[in-house]
């Protein structure tokens, strides 16, 4: 049982910073697409960020390059997203997931039906 536990969401004004942990426990072999998605309300889902854990090669969104960061601990237990200069627009619930293969590029950043694990999220808002 693989779980995903999400942390550090937080409220901060626009230009602030935050940084998101997820935990990763349970079978899930080393090397696998790690990723950030987010979820505002009323809109669909969205990626935000991925890394491959084999060779920490990494995507982003758009909205976010920049200014978002994806990484891992040296002990591959926990993923971070680091958020700087952060915009009322990047308010939204935000998912870390994994999926058991290769990122494929922007593949997984632009299909989150595609992961095999979801954490149940940490909520960020950006006020102006």
């Known amino acids: 049982q693989v779980q995903l536990v999400e942390s550090g969401g937080d409220s901060v004004q626009a230009g602030g910073s935050l940084r998101l942990s997820c935990s990763v426990s349970g079978d899930i072999y080393p090397y696998y697409c790690a990723a950030w998605f987010r979820q505002a309300p009323g809109k669909e889902r969205e990626g935000v960020a991925t890394?491959?854990?084999?060779?920490?090669?990494?995507r982003y969104a758009d909205s976010v390059k920049g200014r978002f960061t994806i990484s891992q601990d040296n002990a591959k237990s926990t993923l971070y997203l680091q958020m700087d200069n952060l915009k009322p627009e990047d308010t939204a619930m935000y998912y870390c997931?994994?999926?058991?293969?290769?990122?494929?590029?922007?593949?997984?950043?632009?299909?989150?039906?595609?992961?095999?694990?979801w954490g149940r999220g940490t909520q960020v808002t950006v006020s102006s």
């Open positions: 997931a994994a999926r058991t293969t290769f990122c494929g590029g922007t593949y997984f950043l632009t299909n989150p039906d595609k992961a095999n694990y």
């Open positions: 890394m491959y854990t084999a060779d920490h090669s990494t």
